[in-house]
């Protein structure tokens, strides 16, 4: 379970703890997997994570960045339940609405600009079998706009199979 200290101070988008603030106040870690989940995890979404997955520990998990071809994603990475992420597939079309800057992105770069952040559970199946089954092997965490983009991108041949795209995976220690 995540300690409630972890949740940032947020009143308003004009009264908020920064960044750095919190880095300090939390005397977080300078190793960078574990900083990058942090930040665009418990940072950005305590209250979301917590509420998906309160049984988390920060120490019983390993964080590393992989790359990945767009294939496997596609194949392999799930959200709850198994839920299919074609969530944002419709924004995915030869005109795009110009205000999608990340589309845009996408579409322009062949790739996301920051990574994904998933639970890697392929090689401990028993950790599956212990948390339910809303838990997939290769189970979303946090980016669910930019794998949707990249899954669609890849259906309708603007990526190929094997372009590679990095992904922060979080891994439980067994």
């Not at 838990?135 to 794998?147: F, S």
Request: charged share 30%.
């Amino acid at each position: 379970m995540i300690p409630n200290r972890y949740k940032r101070y947020f009143e308003s988008s004009s009264d908020n703890e920064p960044w750095e603030e919190y880095c300090k106040r939390l005397n977080i870690t300078e190793n960078e997997e574990k900083r990058y989940f942090i930040r665009h995890v418990l940072f950005d979404h305590f209250t979301n994570f917590t509420g998906r997955f309160p049984w988390f520990s920060l120490d019983s998990f390993t964080y590393g960045f992989e790359n990945w071809g767009a294939s496997r994603i596609h194949e392999t990475v799930k959200y709850d339940k198994g839920e299919e992420l074609d969530f944002w597939y419709d924004h995915v079309k030869k005109n795009p609405d110009p205000r999608l800057t990340l589309l845009k992105y996408m579409i322009d770069e062949k790739t996301w600009p920051t990574p994904v952040v998933i639970f890697d559970f392929s090689e401990n199946p028993e950790i599956i079998m212990n948390l339910g089954d809303r838990i997939t092997a290769i189970h979303l965490i946090e980016g669910t706009h930019r794998v949707s983009y990249l899954k669609k991108m890849l259906i309708t041949g603007q990526i190929d199979g094997e372009s590679k795209h990095s992904i922060l995976t979080v891994k439980g220690i067994v």
